[in-house]
Each structure stands twice: as C-alpha cells, then as structure tokens.
C-alpha cells in the first residue's frame, strides 16, 4: 500500500482525495469569511499580488484550478476581457457551485468545470496561463499536477503557484501557536469544524518549502522559476514559464 501525507497522518493514498473532499465540503459555505479571519483579509492582498505578477493581456486563455470560490478567476476574466476565456476548475464540487453562484451573482459567466490537478482534461498547449491559488499542497502527487500544468501551457506560458510556504524564522513560533491554538478554535466557532481547519494548518507544514518546490516546478517542464515571498513567508508566489 503506498501512503501519502493528510496533516500530519499517514494515509492510503488512494483515501487522501476523499479526505480533502470531506475538508473542502465541509468549510465550503464559510469559506470566504473564515479566509478573511484566519488571514486578517490579508488573502486579498496576496491575491492581488498574483494577478498583477501574472502580466495577463486581453485575449488571452487561462485556466484556474483549484479556484474554489472564484476569486482569482473573476480578476483574470476582467483582464482577458471579451476576447479570452478563463477556465474556472475545482476538484470539489461543493466549493466549485459556491464559486460559480458567486461569480454569476458578480455578472461573470465562465466555464466551470469539475477536475483534478493531476489529471487535466484539456488539450495540451492550449493556455497562456495557469494559476494554482492554494491547491497544490492539497494534491496527492504535487510533481505529476506540475507537469499537467506545464503540458497544457504554451510554449513561454506562465503557471503561477500562491501558497501557503515557510514563514521567516522570527515568526515561527508566533505563527504556530496561531496555527495550532488559534485556528482550530476560531474553526469551531464560526463554522462549526475545528478539524478541517487543524487539518489546514498541519497541511501547510507539510508542504514544500520555497526552493524545494521551485526544483520541483523546474524538474517539471519550467525552464525559469522565480519566487516572491509574502507577509514574512507565510505565504509564496512561484512563478514558473515553461519551456
């Protein structure tokens, strides 16, 4: 039986899929407002960041994953404008309809389309920009959705991966004791489940540091791989161009 990380467990990696799902269900209709919370609206910002560093132009095709509740998906459809398209993908369907009634309540109408990172059913060279907007470390086979990302980018195309990273060494100890004594009661009492949100906490520990993912992004098919660090670490933006 091959195992794969879920927080600090070790599980069948045939469950680990399940398990994320059962996360994702359960956090989906407080999503928003727990990210506002849990970051002081900080992932706004973080966000922001993202879409200004990915240098999208009208026309252009791009396809979110892991876009959840449509936050990126909406900015990027504003840039590609009537010209693009902007592909609005999840593996979870619960959190995918939240983003797409969000979107809709916006005026924005995207593709939606229910898939997983590691298995992407589209064309290869068939986007000039892949986002990832904290997804990956969710992912059982981080390096195989890499590669997917790189296969259905264009030649010179960017993937943009924002994730939770390693925080800078001063805040360590500050950031766990938030982590692991803040979150998980803040979890409890705004939307009902402190485990999802331990779960969140011991899964962002478990997630390559800084430079191990930019190797992993470059053995992956990006032949350039640069990386910004956020808020002190505690959040990273890769910025890969393939090959």
Known sequence: MSTTDFGFQQVDERDKARRVRGVFD????????????????????????????????????????????????????????????VVHTDINETMLRTGRDRLVDAGVVLPTIVC???????????????????????????????????????????????????????????????????LPRLGRAVAGDADSYRYLAESIRMHPDQETLKAMMKRSGFGHVDYHNLSGGVVALHVGIKC
């Open 26 to 85: 359960s956090v989906a209709s407080r999503y928003d407002l727990m990210n506002d919370l849990m970051s002081m609206g900080l992932h706004r910002a973080w966000k922001a960041f993202a879409v200004v560093a990915a240098h999208v132009r009208p026309g252009q095709q791009v396809l979110d994953i892991a876009g959840g509740t449509g936050d990126l998906a909406r900015a990027f459809a504003q840039a590609v404008g009537p010209t693009g398209r």
């Open 116 to 182: 997983d990172g590691e298995r992407l059913p589209f064309a290869s060279e068939s986007f000039d920009l892949v986002s990832v907007g904290f997804g990956l470390r969710n992912m059982t086979h981080k390096e195989q959705a890499l590669a997917e990302m790189a296969r259905v980018l264009r030649p010179g195309g960017r993937l943009l991966v924002l994730e939770f990273s390693r925080v800078a060494r001063p805040l360590e100890k500050l950031y766990d004791f938030y982590s692991f004594q803040v």
